[in-house]
């Protein structure tokens, strides 16, 4: 635990830092540590076990900066905005990028980013629509299997 304390974070007055020097040398409570930090108790837990249990010890412990980003998406915007236009919901949108580009990104993930990027909620659409849907969806598939297929005997 000691090895997770930075000296010179300590030495600039980094509360963190020094916040949990007292708690490896037991000058103070887990609970007295979270206090101090403005966390709670279950997140200093947390943060302890990660400090115990990390791959290299040698280093001192320090937080990844930022918020953690939708790696997967980030290559597949356009394509996921294309899709939603033409009126796919996101399960469609997730089932198309796994048959065609064989990419699996759930559901959940698109449905979150195409609430951040301004698109509205698909509602019920009638059987009609549902059918216009589902004959784009397989024109997509095939167009784009025919594509690569295309490719593929190219190459040979």
């Known amino acids: 635990m000691l090895n997770a304390v930075d000296l010179n974070e300590i030495a600039e007055g980094n509360e963190e830092h020094t916040t949990l020097l007292d708690i490896a040398m037991r000058r103070i409570s887990l609970k007295e540590g979270a206090k101090q930090l403005n966390i709670r108790y279950g997140a200093i837990r947390g943060r302890i076990y990660r400090i115990k249990h990390r791959s290299d010890k040698s280093k001192p412990y320090s937080k990844k900066p930022g918020p953690k ?88």
């Not at 198309?96 to 559901?107: K, M, P, W």
């Not at 997509?140 to 299997?145: E, H, Q, R, T, V």
């Open 69 to 156: 980003s939708r790696y997967k998406i980030s290559e597949h915007k356009d394509l996921i905005r294309e899709y939603r236009k033409k009126g796919l919901t996101s399960e469609e949108i997730s089932n198309v990028l796994r048959e065609t580009i064989n990419v699996d990104i759930s559901s959940i993930t698109i449905g979150r980013f195409l609430s951040e990027e301004g698109f509205l909620r698909q509602y019920n659409r009638t059987s009609r629509q549902k059918e216009d849907t589902l004959m784009d969806i397989k024109d997509i598939i095939i167009s784009y299997k025919t594509k690569y297929h295309h490719k593929l005997q190219n190459k040979k």
